[in-house]
């Protein structure tokens, strides 16, 4: 089988650790490529422990997984940078260099991900600042921008290297409402393009609004609504 029709991710008897405290056992998913899913649950529920582990942030000790072609149990952190230009990462608090401008926040990833050239970097950031709507911005400093546009920029920042995924937590948290749907049509207009999406969120409009299939995080377990059905109401 090749990788193209192979899942990006896939989770066999997965137990995910936090510390030393199991937050979440037994649990089994796959994500086939170009795929959209939501990941929901209460705050402490193991969201952001799942997200981690399956980026390689925190180690995975129980059970089985692949990512991105990737397996990562007991991942070898020579392989980390390896599996990290596989995949994007998303983050609430975006996690910009406040001391840099957007361009050269976006250089200092191609850098660290090994590209060489300084024109096909210059051009790499100016495709993906485009394709957020921020093709003006790399001369601005993150303070120059709103939550919004540094979130543009942090999304520019997960599509440098072309993932087959991207993971994003909670990108909506610390945003309004009209500005948090316009980043939820970037990632539906990424999905569309062939890149598969495990997005964490609260916001319950926005997955009434935009239905996907969904995993929940519930008393140490996680749910899928492809497989079993649940209430949404009380996942939040």
């Not at 969201?47 to 059970?63: C, H, I, V």
């Not at 993906?128 to 543009?152: N, W, Y």
Request: charge should be positive; proline fraction near 3%; aromatic fraction near 8%.
């Amino acid at each position: 089988m090749s990788f193209s029709s192979s899942p990006v991710v896939s989770l066999k008897d997965v137990s995910i650790y936090q510390d030393v405290q199991t937050v979440l056992s037994q649990v089994n998913f796959e994500i086939d490529k170009s795929e959209f899913v939501y990941l929901i649950g209460r705050t402490g529920s193991g969201k952001s422990s799942l997200l981690k582990t399956l980026y390689a942030d925190l180690p995975l000790y129980t059970g089985s997984a692949t990512v991105a072609g990737y397996k990562i149990f007991k991942v070898n952190r020579s392989q980390v940078p390896f599996l990290r230009r596989k995949i994007g990462i998303v983050f609430q608090d975006f996690q910009l260099l406040n001391d840099r401008t957007v361009a050269e926040n976006l250089s200092f990833v191609l850098k660290a991900t090994g590209w060489k050239e300084k024109s096909k970097m210059k051009q790499r950031i100016s495709e993906v600042l485009m394709r957020v709507g921020m093709g003006s911005a790399g001369t601005k400093m993150p303070h120059q921008l709103s939550g919004g546009e540094q979130q543009r920029v942090v999304i520019a920042r997960a599509l440098l290297n072309e993932p087959v995924i991207l993971f994003a937590d909670e990108p909506t948290g610390n945003l309004d409402p009209m500005v948090s749907e316009g980043i939820l049509q970037l990632f539906l207009e990424i999905n569309n393009s062939g890149t598969a999406v495990l997005m964490a969120t609260h916001n319950h409009q926005i997955i009434q609004k935009y239905p996907k299939r969904i995993l929940k995080c519930e008393q140490g377990k996680v749910l899928d609504s492809a497989k079993v059905d649940f209430n949404l109401s009380d996942s939040f």
